[in-house]
């Protein structure tokens, strides 16, 4: 079971793959967050967990700098996340795109740590 891909496993639950399809798609298209700025947080969740090469990210622009910060503290150092650094998301993006973010990487987290189980990584 484990060696399938999380989206072979998700059609085998056609109403998961449902919801799953439509919580990624909101959280695309939440006209808070700049698409390059989740690309990016997301692809840094994925090499603190292992799964993509760990290619140095250069943020493009300081709310990008911010984003990235959260996303490289989500996955295991989450208590380390001060509220200065919260707080300076929460300015660059205001108050739901910061919410949106938030969410947006702890999804990513939970994401990377399926894909980690159904490959036996953990």
Do not use: W
Not at 30 to 55: T, Y
Not at 94 to 110: M, P, Q, R, S, W
């Amino acid at each position: 079971m484990f060696d399938r891909s999380f989206d072979e496993l998700l059609k085998q639950r056609p109403e998961l793959q449902e919801k799953y399809g439509a919580f990624l798609e909101a959280v695309n298209e939440n006209g808070r967050i700049p698409h390059a700025v989740l690309a990016a947080c997301q692809s840094r969740v994925r090499q603190v967990h292992g799964l993509e090469a760990d290619n140095q990210l250069k943020p493009s622009s300081e709310a990008e700098r911010l984003a990235l910060v959260v996303a490289e503290k989500m996955p295991f150092h989450h208590h380390d996340l001060r509220d200065d650094e919260v707080r300076d998301v929460k300015e660059a993006f205001g108050d739901g795109g910061c919410v949106a973010l938030l969410t947006a990487i702890a999804f990513f987290d939970a994401a990377c740590r399926l894909e980690l189980t159904f490959k036996g990584g953990i």
